[in-house]
């Protein structure tokens, strides 16, 4: 398998959110179509802000307004074909 280039999943959610975060996905080293990711919030903030070594800071904001928010959620993402996530 090579790897996947393009769009190849798609997630609704239910609120109007702007900005950019970090979950966990799961599971990993196997082929699937169907992973969970996960999000975890502390304090009403995004718990996880930055990759390890990376000075960016991904923050999170609920709209119409743009305040910093938290979003702790367990989302089911379903791939269109199998992928292999490979950590």
Known sequence: MGPVSG???????????????????????????????????????????????EATLHNLKSLPFEAETG???KITLTTSKEVEIIA
């Open 7 to 53: 769009q190849f999943a798609e997630c609704t959610l239910s609120k109007a959110l702007l900005g950019s975060l970090i979950g966990q996905l799961s599971p990993t080293n196997a082929t699937r179509s169907s992973f969970t990711l996960t999000y975890k919030a502390a304090s009403g903030k995004q718990a996880i802000k930055s990759f390890e070594g």
């Open 71 to 73: 979003l702790e959620d």
